[in-house]
T-cell receptor
Framework: GAGVSQSPSNKVTEKGKDVELRCDPI?????LYWYRQSLGQGLEFLIY????????KSGLPSDRFSAERTGGSVSTLTIQRTQQEDSAVYLC??????????????FGPGTRLTVL | RKEVEQDPGPFNVPEGATVAFNCTYS??????FFWYRQDCRKEPKLLMS???SGNEDGRFTAQLNRASQYISLLIRDSKLSDSATYLC??????????FGQGTRLTINP
């Protein structure tokens, strides 16, 4: 079946501009996660949505970052007033907590963000 | 100290060799453990979950030692297509995955 999809695949923006990144999880997956991977760095957790519960935002690096998930499906990660240090690959993952593979997360192809 | 630590490598081994990766984690309350592989400029892909009793999937064997907080991955009869970065991943609190820095593996013909 279809995996996690993300758009755009690449985004180049100027410092100070806002960007929106989109994630469409695997159909039926109720949990959705955002991570980012900076050059030469490991993946770091940003935010987690599960059903109708309040999201876990503990990984967001600053108040310039926000995310929402509408209708329990598609999610948008917004970065306001982008800075050069925001340049990274932003990865979305989803999982199905009610299934036998509850904790297994499946990743989308990512959005490569470059802030000039 | 990093929450998940791996030897970054790189490991360069000939095709057909057996290679082993190790990983340690610091959060003793961690409940779920995984190995992911990541090819250059691609997303991480789940290789296998790691269970307390150890588990095998074809040429891949994963082991978990909770007492030592240690996870391993063994690849037997390595193939050229096994070349990738292998990520040791631990699920911390609230479903967050915590990734090691990854171990880069190159299989040489």
């Amino acid at each position: 079946g279809a995996g996690v999809s993300q758009s755009p695949s690449n985004k180049v923006t100027e410092k100070g501009k806002d960007v929106e990144l989109r994630c469409d999880p695997i159909s039926g997956h109720t949990a959705l996660y955002w991570y980012r991977q900076s050059l030469g760095q490991g993946l770091e957790f940003l935010i987690y949505f599960q059903g109708n519960s309040a999201p876990d935002k503990s990984g967001l690096p600053s108040d310039r970052f926000s995310a929402e998930r509408t209708g329990g499906s598609v999610s948008t990660l917004t970065i306001q007033r982008t800075q050069q240090e925001d340049s990274a690959v932003y990865l979305c993952a989803s999982s199905s907590p009610g299934s036998g593979r509850a904790n297994e997360q499946f990743f989308g192809p990512g959005t490569r963000l470059t802030v000039l | 100290r990093k929450e998940v630590e791996q030897d970054p490598g790189p490991f360069n081994v000939p095709e057909g060799a057996t290679v082993a990766f190790n990983c340690t984690y610091s959060n003793s309350a961690s409940q779920s453990f995984f190995w992911y592989r990541q090819d250059c400029r691609k997303e991480p892909k789940l290789l296998m979950s790691v269970y307390s009793s150890g588990n095998e999937d074809g040429r891949f064997t994963a082991q978990l030692n909770r007492a030592s907080q240690y996870i391993s991955l063994l690849i037997r009869d390595s193939k050229l297509s096994d070349s990738a970065t292998y990520l040791c991943v631990v699920m911390g609190g609230a479903q967050k995955l915590v990734f090691g820095q990854g171990t880069r593996l190159t299989i040489n013909p």
